[in-house]
């Protein structure tokens, strides 16, 4: 059955689809219900965390001696990818105890370097896939009031070859795909419908007499701003730009917005040192080099500088800075270099500053702009 559900971009309507780590859930609630029932589900469906209800048929479900199969094929929807159309197949077993364990099989990627999602060595499978899969395990446990122990292993036919079309070799991901997503959907999008709605959401802001604005990327950005690291007015409005750092300092100028706050993770915005303003991997990387580049300003030896060449993560060229005691002033460099591109960029016309955090460390600090920003919005909020 189709995936209902549409968004309108650029003018056309595309149809969004659910990521690789919906697909696992659901597929691990289809073998566990196999397993503990000895039937086979005709469907099977789960509410993501973005709220929306998925709801699929279970593909080649098997009992093979104590071991349950079903699958479910990724359906991206309209922004395809090199895993869409995968089939992504989960085994539930029993096993000792009360806990629900997860692992990874073929076509699954193990981590083997570290800064990522899982420690090294673990499997691929993320966080939010992995919360997924145990909730939607558990659920079937519940109704049919089984508390005993499940294994669930989760494989991707064809996952590996599919991999070495994507940035896991880069990234330390070796022998598979990722398992992930953040809100369990896929919401398709072109570069020019992204840019687009952008521009939208800042004209219709400035329309309500907005002049500060806070821009972050998306998803790991608000999250951030909602647990209150941060002490900023609410009234202030936020938009996403994505990886568009450039076109939404443009758009934010053309509507004659005054201020704004850039809000995002260290992977992304420390390419804002280097003046790079379209922050995808597509288009320009240089985490490391920038990395390597501000450490060498602050004094790192050779060696240093070569794992931080090699790190394949923003939080693992962190861990490195740390253990030598210079996380803070090659930050310090960073920040700096990221304010004098941003002033360059911005103009006179547009007061800026970015704060920086890490899923990991949390805030990591503030340029000069930011700080002043933060300062006066916060002295405007409580006169």
Known sequence: MPFDHYIQANGKRLRCGYTTGTCAALAAQGAARLLLTGQAPETVSLRTPKGWVVEVPVEAPRLEGR?????????????????????????????????????????????????????????????????????????????????????????????????????????????????????????????????????????????????????????????????????????????KCSNFVGEALDAAQLEGFQEALLVGHIGKFVKLAGGIFNTHSRWADGRAELFCAHAALCGVDRETARALMDSATADRCLEILAEKGLREPVLRSLLSAIQRHLNRRAGEGLRTGVVLFSNQYGLLGLTQGAKEIIAAWNTQANP
Request: with cysteine; net charge negative.
């Open 67 to 239: 071991t349950a199969f079903c699958s479910v094929t990724k359906d991206g929807g309209d922004d395809i990818d090199v895993t869409h159309g995968l089939s992504i197949t989960a085994a539930v077993t029993r096993q000792p105890g009360a806990d629900i364990t997860i692992r990874g099989g073929e076509g699954v990627g193990r981590v083997t370097r570290p800064g990522l999602d899982q420690p090294v060595g673990e499997w691929a499978i993320n966080s939010v896939p992995r919360r997924m899969i145990l909730e939607a395990v558990d659920s079937v446990r519940a109704a049919l009031d089984e508390p005993g122990g499940l294994l669930v292993t989760i494989s991707v036919p064809g996952g590996r070859e599919a991999a070495k079309k994507t940035f896991n070799p880069h990234l330390g991901v070796e022998g598979g795909i990722s398992i992930l997503g953040t809100s369990g959907i896929v919401e398709p999008m072109s570069v020019q419908a992204l840019v687009d709605t952008m521009a939208l959401e800042l004209r219709q802001a400035a329309g309500q007499g907005a002049r500060r604005v806070i821009l972050t990327p998306g998803n790991y950005g608000s999250d951030f701003l909602k647990n209150g690291a941060l002490p900023l007015p609410e009234s202030i409005p936020t938009v």
